[in-house]
Protein backbone atom coordinates (compact mmCIF):
# COMPACT_ATOMS: atom_id res chain seq x y z
CA UNK A 1 0.00 0.00 0.00
CA UNK A 2 1.22 3.86 -1.18
CA UNK A 3 1.67 5.42 1.64
CA UNK A 4 1.90 9.08 1.49
CA UNK A 5 2.97 10.05 5.48
CA UNK A 6 4.39 13.36 4.55
CA UNK A 7 3.05 15.43 1.71
CA UNK A 8 4.98 18.20 0.00
CA UNK A 9 2.87 21.20 0.22
CA UNK A 10 3.62 24.60 0.69
CA UNK A 11 1.00 26.94 1.76
CA UNK A 12 0.71 30.56 1.74
CA UNK A 13 -0.57 31.89 5.18
CA UNK A 14 -0.63 35.30 4.52
CA UNK A 15 -2.83 34.94 0.95
CA UNK A 16 -6.57 35.70 0.87
CA UNK A 17 -7.03 31.69 -0.12
CA UNK A 18 -8.44 29.84 3.11
CA UNK A 19 -5.95 27.00 4.00
CA UNK A 20 -8.40 24.45 3.94
CA UNK A 21 -9.16 25.30 0.25
CA UNK A 22 -5.10 25.79 -0.64
CA UNK A 23 -4.79 21.86 0.72
CA UNK A 24 -7.61 20.78 -1.21
CA UNK A 25 -5.74 22.44 -4.58
CA UNK A 26 -2.98 20.83 -3.87
CA UNK A 27 -4.44 17.95 -2.85
CA UNK A 28 -5.93 18.09 -6.66
CA UNK A 29 -3.07 18.56 -8.21
CA UNK A 30 -0.90 15.95 -6.50
CA UNK A 31 -3.70 13.16 -7.95
CA UNK A 32 -3.60 15.06 -11.43
CA UNK A 33 0.47 15.21 -11.69
CA UNK A 34 0.05 11.41 -10.30
CA UNK A 35 2.27 12.02 -7.24
CA UNK A 36 -0.93 10.51 -5.56
CA UNK A 37 -2.05 7.73 -7.30
CA UNK A 38 -5.41 6.43 -6.36
CA UNK A 39 -5.15 3.90 -3.20
CA UNK A 40 -2.25 6.06 -1.98
CA UNK A 41 -3.35 6.06 2.38
CA UNK A 42 -3.16 10.00 3.39
CA UNK A 43 -1.63 11.00 6.74
CA UNK A 44 -4.10 11.25 9.93
CA UNK A 45 -5.65 14.52 10.02
CA UNK A 46 -3.78 15.47 13.32
CA UNK A 47 -0.61 14.66 11.42
CA UNK A 48 -0.91 16.58 8.65
CA UNK A 49 -2.00 19.52 10.91
CA UNK A 50 1.40 19.14 12.69
CA UNK A 51 3.09 18.65 9.57
CA UNK A 52 2.20 21.83 8.07
CA UNK A 53 1.69 23.78 11.37
CA UNK A 54 -2.40 24.72 10.60
CA UNK A 55 -5.23 23.94 12.19
CA UNK A 56 -6.54 20.23 12.57
CA UNK A 57 -10.29 21.50 11.64
CA UNK A 58 -8.60 22.86 7.94
CA UNK A 59 -7.51 19.22 6.96
CA UNK A 60 -10.41 17.45 8.41
CA UNK A 61 -12.43 20.11 6.54
CA UNK A 62 -10.20 19.86 3.29
CA UNK A 63 -10.66 16.07 3.51
CA UNK A 64 -14.34 16.19 4.01
CA UNK A 65 -14.67 18.23 0.57
CA UNK A 66 -12.32 16.31 -1.30
CA UNK A 67 -14.08 12.90 -0.05
CA UNK A 68 -17.87 14.95 -1.20
CA UNK A 69 -16.25 15.42 -4.43
CA UNK A 70 -14.93 11.56 -4.59
CA UNK A 71 -11.27 12.52 -4.40
CA UNK A 72 -11.07 10.55 -1.40
CA UNK A 73 -12.41 7.09 0.23
CA UNK A 74 -12.29 6.80 4.10
CA UNK A 75 -12.17 3.32 5.54
CA UNK A 76 -13.16 2.10 9.04
CA UNK A 77 -10.44 2.40 11.42
CA UNK A 78 -8.05 2.27 8.34
CA UNK A 79 -7.47 5.62 7.08
CA UNK A 80 -8.36 8.06 4.28
CA UNK A 81 -7.08 7.08 1.09
CA UNK A 82 -7.09 8.55 -2.66
CA UNK A 83 -9.59 6.94 -4.35
CA UNK A 84 -9.95 5.44 -7.66
CA UNK A 85 -10.82 7.18 -11.43
CA UNK A 86 -14.27 5.95 -10.84
CA UNK A 87 -14.51 7.45 -7.41
CA UNK A 88 -14.33 11.26 -8.29
CA UNK A 89 -17.64 12.99 -8.51
CA UNK A 90 -19.57 9.87 -7.88
CA UNK A 91 -20.46 10.06 -4.11
CA UNK A 92 -24.47 9.82 -4.51
CA UNK A 93 -25.25 10.28 -1.00
CA UNK A 94 -23.66 13.39 -0.93
CA UNK A 95 -25.03 17.06 -1.24
CA UNK A 96 -22.96 19.33 -2.71
CA UNK A 97 -23.73 22.89 -3.68
CA UNK A 98 -23.60 22.62 -7.14
CA UNK A 99 -19.83 23.53 -8.43
CA UNK A 100 -18.42 20.56 -6.30
CA UNK A 101 -17.10 23.09 -3.89
CA UNK A 102 -18.50 24.53 -0.51
CA UNK A 103 -17.35 27.72 -0.79
CA UNK A 104 -16.01 28.96 2.28
CA UNK A 105 -15.49 26.69 5.05
CA UNK A 106 -15.37 27.58 8.97
CA UNK A 107 -11.85 28.30 9.23
CA UNK A 108 -11.12 27.74 12.73
CA UNK A 109 -13.86 27.53 15.87
CA UNK A 110 -12.05 30.67 17.09
CA UNK A 111 -13.13 32.83 14.36
CA UNK A 112 -17.06 32.81 15.13
CA UNK A 113 -17.78 35.97 13.83
CA UNK A 114 -16.68 34.01 10.29
CA UNK A 115 -17.78 30.56 10.91
CA UNK A 116 -20.97 31.44 11.70
CA UNK A 117 -21.64 33.40 8.70
CA UNK A 118 -20.44 30.70 6.62
CA UNK A 119 -22.59 28.01 8.28
CA UNK A 120 -25.54 30.04 7.81
CA UNK A 121 -25.10 30.01 4.43
CA UNK A 122 -24.16 26.42 3.56
CA UNK A 123 -26.89 25.42 6.11
CA UNK A 124 -29.46 26.80 3.61
CA UNK A 125 -28.42 24.63 0.44
CA UNK A 126 -31.38 23.06 -0.78
CA UNK A 127 -31.65 19.59 0.23
CA UNK A 128 -30.44 20.52 4.00
CA UNK A 129 -32.51 19.46 6.98
CA UNK A 130 -31.67 22.14 8.51
CA UNK A 131 -31.50 22.15 12.69
CA UNK A 132 -28.86 25.27 12.72
CA UNK A 133 -31.16 28.46 12.44
CA UNK A 134 -32.73 29.90 15.79
CA UNK A 135 -36.65 30.56 13.79
CA UNK A 136 -39.62 28.60 14.70
CA UNK A 137 -41.11 26.31 11.30
CA UNK A 138 -43.61 28.49 8.90
CA UNK A 139 -45.76 26.39 9.42
CA UNK A 140 -46.36 27.45 12.72
CA UNK A 141 -47.00 30.81 11.72
CA UNK A 142 -50.92 32.33 11.74
CA UNK A 143 -50.85 33.04 8.39
CA UNK A 144 -54.52 33.59 7.66
CA UNK A 145 -55.37 35.24 10.76
CA UNK A 146 -52.75 37.98 10.36
CA UNK A 147 -54.22 38.65 6.90
CA UNK A 148 -57.84 38.80 8.38
CA UNK A 149 -56.21 41.46 11.14
CA UNK A 150 -54.29 43.57 8.38
CA UNK A 151 -57.67 43.88 6.25
CA UNK A 152 -59.21 45.02 9.19
CA UNK A 153 -56.77 47.52 10.35
CA UNK A 154 -56.94 49.19 6.33
CA UNK A 155 -60.76 48.96 6.34
CA UNK A 156 -60.40 50.64 10.05
CA UNK A 157 -57.90 53.11 9.67
CA UNK A 158 -56.71 52.99 5.64
CA UNK A 159 -53.76 55.33 5.06
CA UNK A 160 -53.25 56.40 8.27
CA UNK A 161 -51.90 52.34 8.80
CA UNK A 162 -48.94 53.66 6.63
CA UNK A 163 -47.71 56.44 8.68
CA UNK A 164 -44.83 56.64 11.12
CA UNK A 165 -46.70 55.46 14.20
CA UNK A 166 -45.44 57.50 17.37
CA UNK A 167 -41.55 56.56 18.59
CA UNK A 168 -42.94 54.74 22.00
CA UNK A 169 -45.34 52.84 19.82
CA UNK A 170 -49.28 52.48 19.15
CA UNK A 171 -51.12 53.41 22.04
CA UNK A 172 -53.63 51.08 22.47
CA UNK A 173 -51.18 48.11 21.38
CA UNK A 174 -48.91 49.11 24.16
CA UNK A 175 -51.66 49.01 26.46
CA UNK A 176 -52.52 45.48 24.50
CA UNK A 177 -48.89 44.70 25.88
CA UNK A 178 -49.62 45.60 29.20
CA UNK A 179 -52.48 43.05 29.75
CA UNK A 180 -50.47 40.58 27.83
CA UNK A 181 -47.50 40.88 30.54
CA UNK A 182 -49.48 41.45 33.68
CA UNK A 183 -51.37 37.64 32.52
CA UNK A 184 -47.35 36.34 32.87
CA UNK A 185 -47.42 38.18 36.23
CA UNK A 186 -45.61 41.74 35.42
CA UNK A 187 -47.10 44.98 36.35
CA UNK A 188 -46.47 47.93 34.51
CA UNK A 189 -47.93 50.91 33.14
CA UNK A 190 -48.15 51.39 29.42
CA UNK A 191 -46.30 54.13 29.59
CA UNK A 192 -43.28 51.94 30.86
CA UNK A 193 -43.61 49.99 27.54
CA UNK A 194 -41.83 51.16 24.49
CA UNK A 195 -42.66 49.11 21.31
CA UNK A 196 -39.27 47.19 18.93
CA UNK A 197 -38.58 46.13 15.80
CA UNK A 198 -38.15 42.56 17.60
CA UNK A 199 -36.64 41.74 20.61
CA UNK A 200 -33.27 41.85 18.71
CA UNK A 201 -33.63 45.74 18.78
CA UNK A 202 -35.22 45.51 22.11
CA UNK A 203 -31.93 44.33 23.30
CA UNK A 204 -29.31 46.18 21.28
CA UNK A 205 -31.27 49.73 22.39
CA UNK A 206 -30.17 48.52 26.39
CA UNK A 207 -26.35 48.19 25.33
CA UNK A 208 -26.41 51.75 23.24
CA UNK A 209 -28.27 53.44 25.57
CA UNK A 210 -26.59 51.74 29.04
CA UNK A 211 -22.93 51.61 27.66
CA UNK A 212 -20.23 53.42 25.96
CA UNK A 213 -17.44 51.95 24.04
CA UNK A 214 -15.23 49.95 25.88
CA UNK A 215 -17.68 49.09 28.78
CA UNK A 216 -18.48 45.31 29.54
CA UNK A 217 -21.16 43.70 29.20
CA UNK A 218 -21.67 40.54 31.45
CA UNK A 219 -23.58 37.50 30.27
CA UNK A 220 -24.13 34.18 30.95
CA UNK A 221 -21.57 31.89 28.88
CA UNK A 222 -22.47 30.35 26.28
CA UNK A 223 -25.00 33.08 24.96
CA UNK A 224 -27.75 34.27 22.60
CA UNK A 225 -25.57 34.73 19.05
CA UNK A 226 -27.46 38.01 18.50
CA UNK A 227 -26.15 39.24 21.43
CA UNK A 228 -22.56 38.58 20.82
CA UNK A 229 -23.24 40.32 17.09
CA UNK A 230 -24.76 43.42 19.13
CA UNK A 231 -21.48 43.63 21.30
CA UNK A 232 -19.03 43.71 18.61
CA UNK A 233 -20.85 46.41 16.60
CA UNK A 234 -21.61 48.65 19.42
CA UNK A 235 -17.41 47.84 20.41
CA UNK A 236 -18.34 46.86 23.93
CA UNK A 237 -16.36 43.94 25.48
CA UNK A 238 -18.27 40.62 26.57
CA UNK A 239 -18.07 39.18 29.90
CA UNK A 240 -19.29 35.45 30.18
CA UNK A 241 -19.97 33.83 33.23
CA UNK A 242 -20.13 30.16 33.45
CA UNK A 243 -23.33 28.37 33.72
CA UNK A 244 -24.28 25.21 36.18
CA UNK A 245 -27.91 23.38 35.59
CA UNK A 246 -29.95 26.36 37.20
CA UNK A 247 -28.19 28.80 35.23
CA UNK A 248 -25.81 31.32 35.71
CA UNK A 249 -23.42 31.00 38.67
CA UNK A 250 -24.07 33.77 40.95
CA UNK A 251 -20.44 33.20 43.17
CA UNK A 252 -18.80 33.85 39.91
CA UNK A 253 -20.66 36.84 39.17
CA UNK A 254 -20.50 38.00 42.42
CA UNK A 255 -16.96 37.72 41.97
CA UNK A 256 -16.73 39.62 38.73
CA UNK A 257 -18.87 42.42 39.76
CA UNK A 258 -16.59 42.94 43.25
CA UNK A 259 -13.32 43.36 40.77
CA UNK A 260 -14.76 45.30 38.00
CA UNK A 261 -18.09 47.09 39.06
CA UNK A 262 -20.21 46.47 35.08
CA UNK A 263 -23.25 48.05 34.60
CA UNK A 264 -25.06 45.99 32.65
CA UNK A 265 -25.79 41.93 32.56
CA UNK A 266 -27.93 40.39 30.23
CA UNK A 267 -29.85 37.03 31.21
CA UNK A 268 -32.12 34.69 29.40
CA UNK A 269 -33.63 33.04 32.44
CA UNK A 270 -36.57 30.88 30.58
CA UNK A 271 -35.30 28.14 28.63
CA UNK A 272 -31.73 29.78 27.51
CA UNK A 273 -30.56 29.84 24.05
CA UNK A 274 -28.87 27.42 23.01
CA UNK A 275 -28.49 25.72 26.66
CA UNK A 276 -32.44 25.35 27.14
CA UNK A 277 -31.60 25.63 30.84
CA UNK A 278 -34.36 27.63 32.94
CA UNK A 279 -33.48 29.60 36.07
CA UNK A 280 -35.33 28.15 39.34
CA UNK A 281 -37.10 30.63 41.21
CA UNK A 282 -34.78 30.62 44.11
CA UNK A 283 -31.33 31.85 41.76
CA UNK A 284 -34.24 33.90 40.11
CA UNK A 285 -34.40 35.80 43.81
CA UNK A 286 -30.62 35.58 44.53
CA UNK A 287 -29.74 36.96 41.28
CA UNK A 288 -31.92 40.34 41.80
CA UNK A 289 -30.53 40.14 44.93
CA UNK A 290 -27.55 40.67 44.20
CA UNK A 291 -28.01 42.90 41.24
CA UNK A 292 -30.49 45.32 43.92
CA UNK A 293 -26.88 45.00 46.01
CA UNK A 294 -24.23 45.92 43.42
CA UNK A 295 -26.51 48.71 41.53
CA UNK A 296 -25.81 46.16 38.12
CA UNK A 297 -28.99 46.62 35.80
CA UNK A 298 -30.13 43.27 34.75
CA UNK A 299 -31.27 42.84 31.17
CA UNK A 300 -33.94 39.81 30.71
CA UNK A 301 -34.67 38.25 28.02
CA UNK A 302 -37.85 36.68 27.58
CA UNK A 303 -38.54 35.74 24.25
CA UNK A 304 -38.74 31.69 24.92
CA UNK A 305 -40.78 32.33 28.26
CA UNK A 306 -43.95 31.48 26.47
CA UNK A 307 -42.86 28.47 24.66
CA UNK A 308 -43.61 26.00 27.25
CA UNK A 309 -44.72 23.04 26.42
CA UNK A 310 -43.97 20.98 30.04
CA UNK A 311 -43.52 22.26 33.82
CA UNK A 312 -44.84 25.06 35.74
CA UNK A 313 -44.65 28.33 34.53
CA UNK A 314 -42.03 30.44 36.74
CA UNK A 315 -42.60 34.53 36.73
CA UNK A 316 -39.98 36.84 34.93
CA UNK A 317 -37.86 38.37 36.45
CA UNK A 318 -39.01 41.52 36.05
CA UNK A 319 -42.32 39.84 38.04
CA UNK A 320 -40.14 39.75 41.18
CA UNK A 321 -38.54 42.89 40.59
CA UNK A 322 -39.04 44.86 43.55
CA UNK A 323 -35.95 47.37 43.48
CA UNK A 324 -36.50 47.95 39.97
CA UNK A 325 -33.27 46.47 38.80
CA UNK A 326 -34.70 44.62 35.65
CA UNK A 327 -35.47 45.92 31.98
CA UNK A 328 -37.52 43.28 30.32
CA UNK A 329 -36.70 42.67 26.46
CA UNK A 330 -39.43 40.31 24.78
CA UNK A 331 -41.68 39.77 21.76
CA UNK A 332 -44.38 37.88 19.41
CA UNK A 333 -41.55 36.43 17.38
CA UNK A 334 -40.72 32.94 18.44
CA UNK A 335 -43.79 32.14 19.64
CA UNK A 336 -45.22 32.69 16.10
CA UNK A 337 -44.82 35.90 14.19
CA UNK A 338 -40.68 36.32 13.66
CA UNK A 339 -40.83 38.25 10.41
CA UNK A 340 -43.53 40.84 11.98
CA UNK A 341 -41.00 42.52 14.04
CA UNK A 342 -43.01 43.14 17.21
CA UNK A 343 -41.19 42.97 19.97
CA UNK A 344 -41.36 45.52 23.42
CA UNK A 345 -38.93 46.57 26.56
CA UNK A 346 -40.87 47.13 29.76
CA UNK A 347 -38.36 49.63 31.96
CA UNK A 348 -38.53 52.10 34.65
CA UNK A 349 -38.30 55.77 34.53
CA UNK A 350 -34.79 56.20 34.81
CA UNK A 351 -34.49 54.13 31.54
CA UNK A 352 -36.93 55.26 29.26
CA UNK A 353 -36.52 58.52 28.17
CA UNK A 354 -32.87 57.64 26.85
CA UNK A 355 -34.31 54.56 25.12
CA UNK A 356 -37.06 56.56 23.76
CA UNK A 357 -34.12 58.63 21.85
CA UNK A 358 -32.36 55.93 20.55
CA UNK A 359 -35.00 54.30 18.85
CA UNK A 360 -35.84 57.25 17.31
CA UNK A 361 -32.31 57.85 16.07
CA UNK A 362 -32.56 53.89 15.36
CA UNK A 363 -35.73 54.23 12.53
CA UNK A 364 -37.80 56.41 14.36
CA UNK A 365 -40.30 53.77 14.78
CA UNK A 366 -41.98 50.42 14.37
CA UNK A 367 -44.15 50.08 11.18
CA UNK A 368 -47.36 51.05 11.84
CA UNK A 369 -49.41 48.44 9.95
CA UNK A 370 -47.77 45.52 12.14
CA UNK A 371 -48.18 46.64 14.89
CA UNK A 372 -51.90 47.52 14.58
CA UNK A 373 -52.16 44.08 13.29
CA UNK A 374 -50.95 42.72 16.19
CA UNK A 375 -52.45 45.12 17.84
CA UNK A 376 -55.54 43.52 16.58
CA UNK A 377 -54.73 39.72 17.50
CA UNK A 378 -54.07 40.44 20.99
CA UNK A 379 -57.64 42.28 20.92
CA UNK A 380 -59.54 39.15 19.36
CA UNK A 381 -57.64 36.78 21.17
CA UNK A 382 -56.48 34.45 17.92
CA UNK A 383 -52.63 34.37 19.59
CA UNK A 384 -53.08 32.54 23.00
CA UNK A 385 -54.63 29.41 20.99
CA UNK A 386 -52.10 29.63 18.14
CA UNK A 387 -49.33 29.20 20.78
CA UNK A 388 -51.18 26.46 22.50
CA UNK A 389 -51.37 24.75 19.21
CA UNK A 390 -47.42 25.45 18.79
CA UNK A 391 -46.49 24.91 21.84
CA UNK A 392 -48.40 21.03 21.79
CA UNK A 393 -46.64 20.32 17.78
CA UNK A 394 -43.19 21.55 19.85
CA UNK A 395 -43.52 18.93 22.52
CA UNK A 396 -43.95 16.35 19.75
CA UNK A 397 -40.80 17.41 18.06
CA UNK A 398 -39.37 17.59 20.93
CA UNK A 399 -40.47 13.60 22.09
CA UNK A 400 -39.59 12.76 18.48
CA UNK A 401 -36.04 14.45 18.59
CA UNK A 402 -34.90 13.05 22.02
CA UNK A 403 -35.93 9.58 20.29
CA UNK A 404 -33.84 10.02 17.38
CA UNK A 405 -30.91 11.38 19.13
CA UNK A 406 -30.70 8.45 21.52
CA UNK A 407 -30.97 6.25 18.11
CA UNK A 408 -28.90 7.96 16.03
CA UNK A 409 -26.56 10.23 17.70
CA UNK A 410 -22.81 8.38 18.22
CA UNK A 411 -22.71 6.64 22.08
CA UNK A 412 -21.47 9.09 24.36
CA UNK A 413 -23.29 12.21 22.97
CA UNK A 414 -25.16 14.12 25.67
CA UNK A 415 -28.16 16.33 25.52
CA UNK A 416 -30.67 18.28 27.53
CA UNK A 417 -34.51 17.13 27.55
CA UNK A 418 -35.89 20.77 27.30
CA UNK A 419 -39.17 21.59 28.91
CA UNK A 420 -39.62 24.13 26.26
CA UNK A 421 -38.09 26.42 23.94
CA UNK A 422 -36.26 25.12 19.92
CA UNK A 423 -33.22 23.76 20.95
CA UNK A 424 -31.74 20.37 21.87
CA UNK A 425 -28.31 21.42 23.09
CA UNK A 426 -25.85 18.60 22.22
CA UNK A 427 -22.41 17.42 22.84
CA UNK A 428 -20.26 15.07 20.54
CA UNK A 429 -18.05 12.71 22.71
CA UNK A 430 -15.11 14.46 23.63
CA UNK A 431 -12.35 11.59 22.60
CA UNK A 432 -13.47 12.35 19.15
CA UNK A 433 -14.22 14.57 16.62
CA UNK A 434 -15.34 18.36 17.61
CA UNK A 435 -18.32 19.91 16.06
CA UNK A 436 -16.81 21.96 13.97
CA UNK A 437 -14.75 19.39 12.35
CA UNK A 438 -18.06 17.24 11.90
CA UNK A 439 -19.70 20.49 10.75
CA UNK A 440 -18.80 20.09 6.92
CA UNK A 441 -19.26 16.16 6.24
CA UNK A 442 -22.62 17.05 7.86
CA UNK A 443 -23.45 19.66 5.57
CA UNK A 444 -22.02 17.08 3.10
CA UNK A 445 -24.60 14.77 3.71
CA UNK A 446 -27.65 16.77 3.94
CA UNK A 447 -28.08 17.96 7.53
CA UNK A 448 -26.92 21.01 9.39
CA UNK A 449 -26.60 21.96 12.60
CA UNK A 450 -25.11 24.92 14.80
CA UNK A 451 -21.72 24.96 15.98
CA UNK A 452 -21.85 25.24 20.01
CA UNK A 453 -18.52 27.13 20.14
CA UNK A 454 -19.69 30.14 18.35
CA UNK A 455 -22.44 30.60 21.47
CA UNK A 456 -19.24 31.49 23.61
CA UNK A 457 -17.65 34.50 24.95
CA UNK A 458 -14.66 32.56 24.86
CA UNK A 459 -12.88 30.03 22.83
CA UNK A 460 -14.62 26.36 24.65
CA UNK A 461 -17.56 24.46 23.97
CA UNK A 462 -15.68 22.76 20.83
CA UNK A 463 -17.96 19.37 21.14
CA UNK A 464 -21.37 21.12 21.46
CA UNK A 465 -23.99 21.85 19.10
CA UNK A 466 -27.55 23.35 19.18
CA UNK A 467 -30.36 21.04 17.21
CA UNK A 468 -33.22 23.42 16.81
CA UNK A 469 -35.62 20.33 16.82
CA UNK A 470 -39.02 22.92 16.44
CA UNK A 471 -37.93 23.72 12.96
CA UNK A 472 -38.54 20.61 11.13
CA UNK A 473 -41.50 17.93 10.65
CA UNK A 474 -40.95 14.55 12.66
CA UNK A 475 -39.74 12.64 9.68
CA UNK A 476 -37.38 15.33 8.51
CA UNK A 477 -36.10 15.03 12.21
CA UNK A 478 -35.33 11.13 12.26
CA UNK A 479 -33.67 11.72 8.61
CA UNK A 480 -31.41 14.45 10.30
CA UNK A 481 -30.72 13.24 12.88
CA UNK A 482 -29.77 10.16 11.03
CA UNK A 483 -27.37 12.07 8.71
CA UNK A 484 -25.89 13.65 11.43
CA UNK A 485 -24.87 10.44 13.02
CA UNK A 486 -23.68 9.21 9.70
CA UNK A 487 -21.52 12.49 9.46
CA UNK A 488 -20.09 11.72 12.80
CA UNK A 489 -18.85 8.10 12.00
CA UNK A 490 -17.34 9.37 8.83
CA UNK A 491 -15.41 11.80 10.35
CA UNK A 492 -14.26 9.76 13.35
CA UNK A 493 -12.76 7.35 11.63
CA UNK A 494 -9.53 9.76 11.55
CA UNK A 495 -9.90 9.58 15.39
CA UNK A 496 -7.46 6.64 16.32
CA UNK A 497 -8.19 6.84 19.82
CA UNK A 498 -11.89 5.95 19.71
CA UNK A 499 -13.62 2.94 19.20
CA UNK A 500 -15.20 2.88 15.84
CA UNK A 501 -18.54 2.75 15.59
CA UNK A 502 -20.36 0.67 12.68
CA UNK A 503 -21.82 3.07 10.25
CA UNK A 504 -25.93 2.93 10.44
C1 LIG B 1 -32.35 34.67 23.15
C2 LIG B 1 -32.84 35.43 21.96
N1 LIG B 1 -33.17 36.73 22.10
C3 LIG B 1 -33.60 37.44 21.06
C4 LIG B 1 -33.72 36.89 19.80
C5 LIG B 1 -34.20 37.76 18.68
O1 LIG B 1 -35.59 37.68 18.64
P1 LIG B 1 -36.49 38.62 17.72
O2 LIG B 1 -36.83 37.83 16.52
O3 LIG B 1 -37.66 38.95 18.58
O4 LIG B 1 -35.68 39.84 17.38
C6 LIG B 1 -33.39 35.55 19.61
C7 LIG B 1 -33.46 34.96 18.28
O5 LIG B 1 -32.87 33.94 18.00
C8 LIG B 1 -32.95 34.80 20.71
O6 LIG B 1 -32.63 33.52 20.60
Redesign the pocket.
Known amino acids: MLNASRLSISLDRDGEEPIYKQLIRHVKAQIDSGNLPPGTRLPASRDLAQQLNISRISVVNAYAELRAEGFLSAHAGRGTFIAGPEGANSSASTVSNGNGNSAHVIETPTTPDRSIREMMRMARKPGIISFAQ?SPPSDFFPVSQLREAMNAVFDRDGANALNYEVTEGYPPLRNAVREYVSALGIRCRADQILITG????A?DMVVQALLSEGDVLVTENPT?L?MIDIARTRRVQLHGIAMDEDGIRLDMLENYILDNHPKLLYV?PTFH?PTGVVMPLHRRRQLLNLAADYRLTVLE?G??HELRFEGEPLPPLKALDENSVVIHAS?F??MML?GIRI?YLICDNQHYERLVRVKQAADISTPALNQRAIHLMLERGTMAPQLERNNRELKRRRDVALACAARYLPPGTTWNVPQGGLYLWAQFPKNGPTAAEVYITTVNMGAAYAIGSVFYASTCGGHRFRLNYGAQKPADIEEGFKRIGRAWREVAYDYDELEKAPLL
Open positions: GGTQQLYGTNDVYGTKPG
